[in-house]
């Protein structure tokens, strides 16, 4: 066995949270570098052995014209390329300052903004280069990752949900708080992947898998507002860790324009 | 030897986020350290104006992956300063239970994965499995029950949704929770072990006249409420933070980095920091291991922080222990209920890492009109910088290879968390001509 498929690790702006979820399975990780040989993981190990890699995974999104190059050499280096997380998949929270002058967000927290360089938009690893394959969630779920990884071994499809929220919090048989408490939850329209968590802890989902396949955000967020809910919540409500995908961006632009919508219809 | 030698470190290793180091010298004279943090900043500060009260704890989780946890009970109890709100001692034991759970994941993980590897001469917790693989795995487990705390308070160990303005939005079930104390249990007795590996380790003799930084409570260990206490005399409340400290930004940094004001010095904030002053308030299992362990303390060895998180390891295990056990799940309200109302206000509490201060202000729209986040690392950086100056001397003797190795090491002692400082780190040591390049760096910088 000493040609084991070689894996890397890549980060981008991020919190390091995805990447730590590899670290998190705590029962599963000295199987995994039995499995994988984890060859670039600076988090994890000094050593590093160069490419190419046969999985590369890519935490975080671009944000720096230093970055934006980086992503290009990586691609070139990785077989199969995934990217983990909300950061990567859609840009992440930090996708915010999309919307704002970055300058001004710069001299907002830096005393010397001379001495920072950063585009003015954080965007998707897929805006750069091919991506292969997506794991969605802020943060991911390690399931999923071991999923990733486990599939990729036995040279298979990995197999994670398309499907909603919804279907998991059915599954769960969690009461839902859209309909029995009247609670803007983006469940509807959100990739499962987290259990439906927020719901089974009283509270709304917030999107943080980002859009399922063929959402209709608008159609749910027309319905909120016919039913009371504030458009200005519901346009921070679609922009928050996947603001930037473009599900969630059409709808909140919509409401942040204010302006009226036609309902497409099937909620 | 060269005598004008660089040390360098493009990217550094087992750290959390990105950073690099370089160190010249002339002769024996350092003539330059950087820490050079070049993670892109993400802006949170400016995110946060406009946003909900109820979404900060959300928001500045995803400063950090390795510590939320901080930063949300940071932003509620600072939010609750500015609405007026006081959470009731049962909340208050909840908020204790899941820091201890993050004390736990955090200091595992450093310990056994990050900074262990050192001490035996591994390049990483995995390769240093094939020779320690208990010690390796008993770590993991250790980990995972603090995961596990997380999990059951905060719905997940990463970026948990539970937690909330004013409480929680779900208590804890009370079984699911006793369930946990067979492991809680293991983990108290684990976690001994584990500070009697440590503190058999080979420490560098290296000791630095540090002002060390941390919140301090009669009664408890400080985790979430005490004044601020320095080595060189302060004692104020959380209020007055500012007045003492402040955030510079240098050139060579996208982290900012703290000072101590009117005198402009660095300082020390961590575990070594809290065990030098709040010695006193460990557990009694804690204390008593802490005493035997041969490492006396006060200590000014930063060298010895891998023994005071495993110090804090124990103290959390007993305390997770005790508030378990005291857990009937008959709380009055999961949630102190709160309205929006302009206002501002701050908290410190004690990231893993260190000292961790929050300030908002909320405007008469309800919404968040100004945030002030100061990270741990941070704080540290230009103490880090001051260790290298006093440190590199002493690694002279080596090869390039050997003393970039020491330095490194040398900066994993502060667990520097790098993503959080962005709210960014970089280790080069340059000796001259010689080119230090010994690594496949499969990109650029």
């Known amino acids: 066995m000493s040609e084991k498929p070689k894996l890397a690790v890549f980060k981008f ?37 160069a490419g190419p890699y046969d999985i590369g995974l890519i935490e975080g999104s671009v944000t720096t014209a230093h970055d934006a190059e980086r992503i290009k050499e990586i691609r070139q280096q990785c077989k199969f390329l995934v990217t983990i997380g909300a950061c990567a998949t859609s840009g992440g929270i930090q996708a915010l300052k999309n919307w704002q002058d970055a300058d001004e967000f710069v001299r907002s927290v830096y005393a010397t903004p001379e001495y920072i360089s950063t585009l003015g938009t954080s965007t998707a690893i897929a805006d750069h280069v091919p991506v292969d394959f997506e794991l969605r969630g802020c943060p991911i779920n ?37 309909v029995a408490r009247g609670v803007a939850c983006l469940g509807p329209v959100t990739q499962a992947g987290c259990d439906a968590l927020c719901p089974a802890f009283a509270r709304e989902c917030f999107g943080c898998f980002g859009p399922k396949e063929t959402p209709n955000v608008i159609s749910l967020t ?25 599900e969630f961006k059409e709808a909140s632009d919509l409401l942040s324009g204010e302006q009226p919508s036609a309902d497409t219809g099937d909620h | 030897m060269p005598a004008n030698r660089t040390f360098q470190v493009k990217a550094l290793s087992r750290v959390e986020g990105e950073g690099a180091l370089y160190v010249k010298l002339d002769g024996d004279r350092v003539e330059h350290v950087e820490l050079n943090i070049y993670e892109p900043p993400r802006f949170f500060e400016s995110f946060l104006r406009g946003r909900e009260i109820r979404e900060v704890p959300d928001i500045t989780a995803r400063i950090c992956g390795i510590c939320p946890v901080a930063y949300q009970m940071t932003s509620c109890y600072a939010l609750e300063n500015a609405l007026g709100v006081k959470v009731t001692p049962e909340i208050h034991a909840l908020r204790r239970l899941l820091y201890c759970g993050e004390w736990i994941e955090s200091h595992a993980l450093h310990i056994h994965l990050l900074h262990a590897p050192d001490f035996l001469g591994f390049e990483s917790g995995i390769s240093m499995a094939s020779e320690h693989g208990e010690a390796v795995e008993r770590g993991l487990r250790l980990k995972k029950i603090g995961n596990q705390l997380l999990g059951l308070l905060g719905g997940r160990a990463i970026h948990p949704i539970n937690v909330a303005v004013g409480g929680f939005y779900r208590a804890p079930n009370p079984r699911d929770l006793k369930a946990l104390l067979p492991d809680l249990e293991w983990g108290l007795e684990a976690s001994v072990e584990v500070l009697r590996m440590v503190s058999q380790f080979e420490f560098p003799d290296f000791e630095m006249p540090y002002d060390h930084v941390c919140l301090k409570h009669p009664q408890e260990y400080p985790m979430n409420h005490g004044r601020v206490v320095s080595s060189s005399g302060l004692d104020v409340p959380a209020a007055e933070y500012e007045e003492h400290f402040q955030e510079l930004h240098c050139r060579q940094s996208t982290a900012l980095h703290s000072m101590k004001v009117p005198e402009e010095t660095t300082y020390l904030v961590g575990p070594l920091s809290r065990i030098n002053h709040c010695f006193e308030q460990l557990s009694p299992t804690a204390r008593r291991e802490a005493e035997a362990c041969g490492i006396s303390f006060p200590s000014n060895n930063n060298f010895h922080s891998i023994v005071a998180r495993a110090i804090e390891v124990i103290d959390a295990f007993e305390e997770a222990i005790e508030l378990v056990r005291q857990y009937n799940g008959k709380l009055v309200q999961s949630r102190v209920d709160w309205e929006p109302r302009a206002g501002e206000g701050f908290h410190v509490t004690e990231a893993p890492r260190g000292l961790i201060f929050h300030r908002y202000r909320i405007g008469d729209d309800g919404l968040i009109a100004e945030a002030k986040i100061v990270p741990p690392t941070s704080q540290n950086q230009g103490q880090i910088e001051d260790d290298l100056r006093a440190f590199v001397p002493t690694v002279l003797s080596f090869d390039d290879a050997d003393a970039t190795r020491r330095c490194e090491h040398m900066i994993r002692n502060y667990d520097p968390c790098i993503s959080c400082a962005t709210h960014f780190l970089k280790v080069e040591f340059d000796r001259g001509e010689q080119p230090n390049d010994g690594s496949s760096l499969p990109r650029s910088r």
């Open chain 1, 222 to 246: 027309n319905h909120y507002q016919k039913q009371g809910v504030d458009c200005a919540h519901l346009t921070r409500l679609t922009r928050s860790f996947n603001a930037n995908s473009p």
């Open chain 1, 13 to 49: 702006a991020s919190c390091d949270g995805c990447q730590l979820s590899l670290l998190d399975c705590e029962d599963e990780l000295l199987a995994v570098a039995d499995a994988v040989e984890i060859a670039y993981f600076l988090e994890a190990r000094t050593e590093q052995i």
């Open chain 1, 142 to 178: 390690r399931q999923q990752l071991l999923e990733l990884i486990a599939s990729l071994l036995q040279g298979r499809r990995p197999s994670t949900p398309s499907y909603s929220v919804c279907i998991e919090c059915k599954r769960r048989m969690t009461v839902c708080i859209a």
